[in-house]
């Protein structure tokens, strides 16, 4: 899985980008299990993720709602199938309302970016 690490940071929250390919369900249950391996990663407040297979959108919020969406809507605009995007955020203490949006979009285009 390629991470990026943390790429954006506000009022003590930090969001990081990962992903990688996959073909089915069970390779994304493998990444994500991968992924919680790193103490860090599995000790973030959310690992919000999405992939699209066959033009069909597979999603988790993990607690923060309407996220998976925005990756969802991401990947549909980039027409990228079969490539699962996880970003993690740790919560800092400080609400970041709407904003939190905003840096999960801004988190998946620094990995569309790389890619």
Same mark, same amino acid.
């Given at each position: 899985?390629? *991470?990026?690490?943390?790429? +954006?940071?506000? $009022?003590?929250?930090?969001? =990081?980008?990962? &992903?990688?390919?996959?073909?089915? /369900?069970?390779?994304?249950?493998? =990444? %994500?299990?991968? %992924? *919680?391996?790193?103490? /860090?990663?599995? *000790? =973030?407040?959310? @690992? +919000?993720?999405? !992939? %699209?297979?066959?033009?069909?959108? %597979?999603k988790a919020d993990d607690g923060e709602s309407g996220a998976g969406? !925005?990756?969802?809507?991401?990947? #549909? $605009? #980039? @027409?990228?199938? @079969?490539?699962?995007?996880? !970003?993690?955020?740790?919560? &800092?203490?400080k609400h970041l309302g709407g904003d939190r949006f905003r840096h999960v979009q801004d988190a998946v285009r620094a990995y569309l970016?790389?890619?």
């Open positions: 899985m390629k *991470k990026l690490g943390v790429v +954006i940071t506000d $009022r003590g929250s930090k969001f =990081a980008v990962s &992903g990688m390919p996959v073909s089915d /369900k069970a390779a994304v249950d493998a =990444a %994500l299990k991968d %992924l *919680k391996r790193d103490k /860090k990663y599995a *000790k =973030a407040t959310h @690992n +919000i993720w999405a !992939v %699209l297979f066959d033009g069909t959108p %597979l969406m !925005v990756i969802v809507r991401m990947l #549909e $605009r #980039e @027409n990228l199938h @079969n490539h699962l995007i996880v !970003v993690t955020r740790w919560y &800092g203490g970016d790389q890619s």
